[in-house]
C-alpha cells in the first residue's frame, strides 16, 4: 500500500500536463500578436532632437551633423522599453540578423529586427526596436535577414554587441516562416 507522500509523487509525476512541468510550449493561440510600435513607450520622442534643426542646411561633415549623429545614437542606444510586455507571451514578425552558427547550416543566436537589413546596415535601429534570441540547440533554415514570426516569452534584458544593442530579449517556443494575413 503507497502512503500518502508516495501516492502525492505518483499524481505529480503522471497526471500533471507536461506544459506545467515545463516541457511543452503553450498552443500557438494563446500568444498575443504584437507590432514592434507595442515595444516603443508612448512617451518616447527621438524625433526631438531635430526640432529647431534645418537639416538640408549641413554638410556630411559640419561638426554639427556629427554631433547631431552622435546624439541621436546615443538616444537610439539607450531607448526606453515598455514594461508593460514583461514576461507576457507574445507572437512577433521581424527580420533574422545572424549573430551565431552552432555549425555551418544551424543558426544558434541572433537579433530579430523589424525591417530588411536593419542591424547590417548602420546605424542600427534603436534598442527598443531590437530583440535579442539565444536558441537551446542550433536551428536549420534560419537564413540571413528572412522574414520569420517568432513565438515566446519576451523580458526586458539588455544586450549589446557588434550588431546594435538590443533591449529586449526572448525565450523562443516556435518560429515559422512570416506569412501576411490574406485579404478578407
Known sequence: MLNRKALAALVLLFFIPAAAQGGESPPLSQYLEIQWEQLVPASWHPEKIFEGLNLDELADG??????????????WNNAPVN????????????????????????????????????CIHVPPPPANQIVYIKLDKGRDGL???????????????????GMGTASYAMRVDHIEPYTEPLPQ
Open 143 to 161: 537564413e540571413s535577414m528572412a522574414a520569420i514570426w517568432v513565438y515566446g516569452k519576451i523580458f526586458l534584458e539588455r544586450h549589446t554587441g
Open 62 to 75: 559640419d561638426p554639427r551633423a556629427v554631433k547631431i549623429l552622435e546624439t541621436l545614437i546615443t538616444e
Open 83 to 118: 514594461p508593460e510586455i514583461q514576461d507576457k507571451l507574445i507572437k512577433l514578425p521581424g527580420f533574422v540578423a545572424p549573430l551565431d552558427w552552432e555549425d555551418e547550416a544551424s543558426l544558434r543566436e541572433f537579433l530579430l529586427v523589424p525591417y530588411f537589413g536593419a
